[in-house]
C-alpha cells in the first residue's frame, strides 16, 4: 500500500524559512515525478513545484510564478524523500501543503496518482 507522510509543517514569521518533507513507501519512488500542491481555507488547491525523474543526469524542476525564487524542491531517490524548502516565507504561503506523485504529474492535479495527508504551514506578519 503506497503511503506519502508529509512532515514539516509549522508556524514561521514572515520572513522565515521552513522545509517540508515527505517520505514515500511502496513505490518505486525514482520512477516519479514529485510535487507539492497547497491549499488555503477557501481556495482551490494550487501547485506549487514539481520535479521530474532523472533525465541526462539532471532532475528538472518546475515552480508557480509565486514561489520562484523562494522555494527550492529536491529529492534523495535512496530515502524516498522529496524536500520543499521554502525562504522568504509570507503570510499568503499560508495553506495545507500536499505532497503528490504520479508517472506523469503535470504541474495542474492531472497525473496525481497518490496524494501525503498535508502538513499545516501557517506564516504570521
Known amino acids: 500500500q503506497v503511503q506519502l507522510i508529509d512532515s514539516g509543517g509549522g508556524l514561521a514569521q514572515a520572513g522565515g524559512s521552513l522545509r517540508l518533507s515527505c517520505e514515500a513507501s511502496?513505490?518505486?519512488?525514482?520512477?516519479?515525478?514529485m510535487g507539492w500542491f497547497r491549499q488555503a481555507p477557501g481556495k482551490e488547491r494550487e501547485f506549487v513545484a514539481r520535479?521530474?525523474?532523472?533525465?541526462?543526469?539532471?532532475?528538472?524542476?518546475d515552480y508557480a510564478d509565486s514561489v520562484k525564487d523562494r522555494f527550492t524542491i529536491s529529492r534523495d531517490n535512496a530515502k524516498n524523500t522529496v524536500y520543499l524548502q521554502m525562504n522568504s516565507l509570507k503570510p499568503e504561503d499560508t495553506a495545507v501543503y500536499y505532497c503528490?506523485?504520479?508517472?506523469?504529474?503535470?504541474?495542474?492535479?492531472?497525473?496525481?496518482?497518490?496524494w501525503g495527508q498535508g502538513t499545516q504551514v501557517t506564516v504570521s506578519s
Open positions: 511502496a513505490l518505486t519512488f525514482s520512477r516519479y515525478a
Open positions: 503528490a506523485a504520479g508517472r506523469t504529474l503535470t504541474m495542474t492535479q492531472s497525473g496525481v496518482e497518490y
Open positions: 520535479i521530474r525523474t532523472l533525465v541526462r543526469s539532471a532532475y528538472y524542476a
